[in-house]
Nanobody, 115 residues
Framework: QVQLLESGGGSVRTGGSLRLSCTASGSIFPANVMGWYRQAPGKQRELIAVITSGGTTNYADSVKGRFTISRGNVKNTVYLQMNSLKPEDTAVYYC?????????WGQGTQVTVSS
């Protein structure tokens, strides 16, 4: 069974940085896409960044130039480096794994940015 474990959320002031981590465990086909989504109160979950197993990345316009998604040396680990954080980045951040037409989610980690 595939499980995703996230860490790294917290509270920062405007302009601060945080790094989120996510490790997927279980039997996972090597060709996959991992990504980060977020959901703010009263809003729909939105895609923030994705990275393929080959290293191709894609970002939402709202985070381009501020956030960086990367794969770790540990298999099926993904990071989200978040810089220049703004109050509108406040949300629960979810790790996602798409593999062989299945989608898996982490439990979410809270990121709060205060002005």
């Amino acid at each position: 069974q595939v499980q995703l474990l996230e860490s790294g959320g917290g509270s920062v002031r405007t302009g601060g940085s945080l790094r989120l981590s996510c490790t997927a465990s279980g039997s996972i086909f090597p060709a996959n896409v991992m990504g980060w989504y977020r959901q703010a109160p009263g809003k729909q979950r939105e895609l923030i960044a994705v990275i393929t197993s080959g290293g191709t990345t894609n970002y939402a316009d709202s985070v381009k130039g501020r956030f960086t998604i990367s794969r770790g040396n540990v298999k099926n680990t993904v990071y989200l480096q978040m810089n220049s954080l703004k109050p509108e980045d406040t949300a629960v951040y979810y790790c996602n794994l798409n593999v062989l037409k299945s989608s898996y989610w982490g439990q979410g980690t809270q990121v709060t940015v205060s002005s």
